[in-house]
T-cell receptor, first 114, second 110 residues
Framework: DAGVTQSPTHLIKTRGQQVTLRCSPK?????VSWYQQALGQGPQFIFQ???????QRGNFPDRFSGHQFPNYSSELNVNALLLGDSALYLC?????????????FGNGTRLTVT | DAKTTQPNSMESNEEEPVHLPCNHS???????IHWYRQLPSQGPEYVIH???SNVNNRMASLAIAEDRKSSTLILHRATLRDAAVYYC???????????FGKGTTLSVSS
């Protein structure tokens, strides 16, 4: 049973460019959350998708957008990249409304903006 | 969600018990206490969660104070593989996002 898979694992982009990161949730999960983790910090919540809609959003600018597909996979898009966007981007999947269903994280995409 | 306070770092020796504290003095009656840990170069992984009663699973135990203003994650016998950042998180509404703090970095020595 595959867990959460993210692609690519590493990415280097130039300031001002756009990037798309991808996530496939764990089998049986239908909710996807995205987090940004800067070096030495805890993960910061970006947004959560359920039933192909953004259900909850953290304190991130509109440059960060996402999408969820009918098969529950998800994309994170970041426009007009800044140097400060360099971070590990984590995807987590879960079942909604069940505390017995913990978050399952992928190992992330390491984005470097130069 | 209410905030949690954890020590920045802790040290332990292999095969000894480890008690990781978490203070959450403003916890509400509906807040669940979640613990996750993040091993180097990996995403966080679920450890345990509870509401009022102490909880045990194959990874750890969670001891919750009677007034629920603090809790302790207990690793019964630390191994080198337990070296990680441990996050204590409160969440009151099922299905909503978990908000991480900086956590406690646990070092384990042989």
């Amino acid at each position: 049973d595959a867990g959460v898979t993210q692609s690519p694992t590493h990415l280097i982009k130039t300031r001002g460019q756009q990037v798309t990161l991808r996530c496939s949730p764990k089998s049986g999960h239908d909710t996807v959350s995205w987090y940004q983790q800067a070096l030495g910090q805890g993960p910061q919540f970006i947004f959560q998708y359920y039933e192909e809609e953004e259900r909850q959003r953290g304190n991130f600018p509109d440059r960060f957008s996402g999408h969820q597909f009918p098969n529950y996979s998800s994309e994170l898009n970041v426009n007009a990249l800044l140097l400060g966007d360099s971070a590990l981007y984590l995807c987590a999947s879960s079942r909604p409304g069940k505390f017995n269903s913990p978050l399952h994280f992928g190992n992330g995409t390491r984005l470097t903006v130069t | 969600d209410a905030k949690t306070t954890q020590p920045n770092s802790m040290e332990s020796n292999e095969e000894e018990p480890v008690h990781l504290p978490c203070n959450h003095s403003t916890i509400s009656g509906t807040d669940y206490i979640h613990w996750y840990r993040q091993l180097p170069s990996q995403g966080p992984e679920y450890v345990i969660h509870g509401l009022t009663s102490n909880v045990n699973n194959r990874m750890a135990s969670l001891a919750i104070a009677e007034d629920r203003k603090s809790s302790t994650l207990i690793l019964h016998r630390a191994t080198l593989r337990d070296a990680a950042v441990y996050y204590c998180i409160l969440n009151s509404q099922a299905g909503t996002a978990l908000i991480f703090g900086k956590g406690t970095t646990l070092s384990v020595s042989s």
